[in-house]
């Protein structure tokens, strides 16, 4: 999804390094990716050099739907930075996703209340060229 108004947004991003670079780079094209353990299979993030799981140190990353179901959400009337000032107020989500990993993320421009357990998905805002962020959006509008 290309977005105006998301360019205040750039100086929240992380440092980039060698461990998450996948994962933003991964949003900058379009894809939700994940690390998955080539030991157990299981999918995991934050991104880390060993398997949550099991311990092994065979991880690779893997594009992923990113869905799931609403874990629990927090609703912010509060502005912190100038970035999210068009939102307010907005949600910031956890989110259950079918992968496995439980994701944290805001929910911008909700148009109804959200329910604990509906399902989400992912909706990536650009902010430009390189630099994009995760989002979730209710499935049913
Ligand atoms: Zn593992």
Known sequence: MSDRNLSEFGELFPQINE???PFWNGLA???VRMQQCGACSAHQYPAETFCYECGAGAMSWVPVAGEGTLYSFTVVHQLYHKAFKPFLPYTVA???TDEGPR????MLGLKRPLTIGER???CIRIVDNDKAFLTYVPVKE
């Open 19 to 21: 461990l998450n670079a």
């Open 103 to 106: 994701m944290l993320a805001p």
């Open 29 to 31: 094209q379009g894809e």
């Open 120 to 122: 989400v998905k992912p």
């Open 94 to 96: 956890i989110v259950q």
